[in-house]
């Protein structure tokens, strides 16, 4: 079921999942609170997981750590951080499942920021699990025959450009409510706290 992938810089296969835009870090990590990345619960392997879904990124990944909690053949280190390809693996969403394959990698931990976890799926997991992405509206739907799931993604605001994560974590959030509805009023709004 494993086999060794053959390549000749480890970072190769890294290239195009760190190369996505980023307003917050110069050396271009995945980031946990950046806009398209998102957390979902999955089941993988009988394992419950919170997995992180970037819709930029080509392949999907996990780590070394977190294949052998899964699987009996543990996997070994082979002198080269891509230790090969985990297929055919079935990843549970809700009531719906999906069938994709993953690269596994020994260390994440320089491509990823802290606090996320031992996956990451990307592309290769949006063909094949009917995800599909509009980036500039911010709008991502997992769908699967007549059942479907829609997220809205996070977007930054300019007015809070100049705080750090943590002044912006103590800022209660604000519930935007029209006094009329859609009407002709509907300049017309107040701001209360949630």
């Not at 690269?103 to 699990?129: H, R, W």
């Not at 912006?168 to 706290?193: A, H, Q």
């Amino acid at each position: 079921m494993i086999g060794e992938v053959k390549t000749r810089n480890d970072n190769k296969m890294f290239s195009k999942i760190i190369g996505y835009p980023s307003d917050y870090d110069q050396d271009e990590k995945i980031l946990i609170d950046y806009a398209d990345n998102l957390k979902f619960l999955y089941v993988i392997g009988f394992e419950l997981v919170h997995t992180n879904f970037f819709p930029n990124s080509p392949i999907n990944v996990m780590s070394k750590k977190f294949y052998n909690s899964i699987i009996k053949d543990k996997i070994k280190f082979g002198g080269r951080n891509e230790l090969g390809n985990f297929t055919n693996v079935p990843v549970f969403i809700g009531n719906f499942y999906v069938i994709t394959d993953f690269t596994i990698v020994k260390d994440m931990n320089p491509y990823l920021d802290e606090g996320m976890g031992e996956v990451v799926v990307g592309e290769a997991f949006c063909k094949v699990s009917c995800v599909e992405t509009r980036r500039f509206d911010g709008i991502i739907t997992i769908y699967d025959k007549d059942d479907s799931v829609t997220y809205e993604l996070v977007r930054s605001n300019p007015m809070f450009k100049h705080l750090t994560n943590e002044q912006c974590n103590k800022i209660p959030p604000l519930l935007k409510v029209s006094l009329y509805g859609e009407s002709r009023f509907s300049d017309m709004t107040y701001w209360y706290p949630v």
